[in-house]
């Protein structure tokens, strides 16, 4: 069974950085797309990173150059490294997997992805 665990939110001021990290287990194959998703109260769910199992990596326009997407292999574990924080980065984050590599337009779309964390809440202040 395959399970996605975030943890690493919090609260952090504006400008300051934050690191979430997402714990994958249950699956072994060598082909994915993994991504990060945020959704603040009142919004729709938006994609803001992904990368696969092939390297490629994809970002939202509103977190590029503030934003880092990597992935820790020994340990299984999918990470955001944010930086420069803004109070409108205000959301859960959540950890997505998906079982086939999509196109990079659809990397960072909710329709490719097929398991979901239960989020981790971020918090910036001004």
């Known amino acids: 069974q395959v399970q996605l665990v975030e943890s690493g939110g919090g609260s952090v001021q504006s400008g300051g950085s934050l690191r979430v990290s997402c714990a994958v287990s249950?699956?072994?194959?060598?082909?994915?797309?993994m991504g990060w998703f945020r959704q603040a109260p009142g919004k729709e769910r938006e994609g803001v990173a992904a990368?696969?199992?092939?390297?490629?990596?994809s970002y939202a326009d509103s977190v590029k150059g503030r934003f880092t997407i990597s992935q820790d292999h020994a340990k299984n574990t999918l990470c955001l490294q944010m930086n420069s924080l803004k109070p409108e980065d205000t959301a859960m984050y959540y950890c997505?997997?998906?079982?086939?590599?999509?196109?990079?337009?659809?990397?960072?779309?909710?329709?490719?992805?097929?398991?979901w964390g239960q989020g981790t809440q971020v918090t910036v202040s001004s």
């Open positions: 997505a997997l998906s079982t086939t590599q999509g196109p990079g337009t659809l990397m960072l779309s909710q329709l490719l992805y097929n398991y």
């Open positions: 249950g699956y072994t194959h060598s082909h994915y797309c």
């Open positions: 990368m696969d199992s092939d390297g490629k990596i």
